[in-house]
């Protein structure tokens, strides 16, 4: 029973557009989503986050967008680059908790 | 600067043998954390300690145990490792409960 879905396996999208990776999620506790992006061979980094009391959170190229009412959130990669290939994931937790609940992961290819 | 450090890096177990993982980090994080990561199933939280003195279950914790050390150093104990352990294992530490976490580069387990 996944309580945070990623149901895209993968994403290939050209250098220079948009990339748009999607996460689906059934806790209505959760308050607190996070992106991560994984290289192979290392481990997660930290790419983004946002609070349940926004709908929109901005860091340079990357915008996070959450839809509490469809219990949805999205990460869009403007322009994309071939250095932002890797496998993204997205997490979520009850009252900003240590028990971060990951999605199964979005591997994203950006094409040259 | 080294962030969070695991080892070993690769390790290949027969199945009853016990062995213990590693983990430190250097930036005075409060919290730290051990997962788990499996084809096709993102991250799953097998332990954490919200600070030193102190360790909680995750949502795996079977099979394992848990040392704070010290403020720095957080070790996972396989008692007697099942084939079922085969996974790549994460480290991670963050300031406070709740907010972005810094993983390590992972240790490649193998119970055979």
């Known amino acids: 029973d996944q309580q945070v879905k990623q149901n895209s396996p993968s994403l290939s999208v050209q250098e220079g557009r948009i990339s748009i990776l999607n996460c689906d999620y059934t806790n209505s506790m959760f308050d607190y989503f996070l992106w991560y992006k994984k290289y192979p061979a290392e481990g997660p980094t930290f790419l983004i986050s946002?609070?349940?009391?926004?709908d929109k959170n901005e860091d340079g190229r990357f915008t996070v967008f959450l839809n509490k009412s469809a219990k949805h959130l999205s990460l869009h990669i403007v322009p994309s680059q071939p250095g932002d290939s890797a496998v993204y994931f997205c997490?979520?937790?009850?009252?900003?908790?240590?028990?971060?609940?990951f999605g199964s992961g979005t591997r994203l290819l950006v094409r040259p | 600067n080294a962030g969070v450090t695991q080892t070993p890096k690769f390790q290949v177990l027969k199945t009853g043998q016990s062995m213990t993982l590693q983990c430190a980090q250097d930036?005075?994080?409060?919290?730290m954390y051990w997962y788990r990561q499996d084809p096709g199933m993102g991250l799953r939280l097998i332990y954490y300690s919200a600070s030193e003195g102190t360790t909680d279950k995750g949502e795996v914790p079977n099979g394992y145990n848990v040392s704070r050390l010290n403020k720095r150093e957080f070790s996972l104990r396989l008692e007697s490792a099942a084939p079922s352990q085969t996974s790549v294992y994460f480290c991670?530490?963050?300031?406070?409960?709740?907010?972005?976490?810094?993983f390590g580069p992972g240790t490649r387990l193998t119970v055979t």
């Open positions: 946002i609070s349940s009391i926004k």
């Open positions: 997490a979520a937790s009850e009252d900003s908790s240590y028990k971060l609940i």
């Open positions: 991670a530490s963050s300031e406070l409960e709740g907010w972005e976490q810094y």
């Open positions: 930036m005075n994080h409060n919290s």
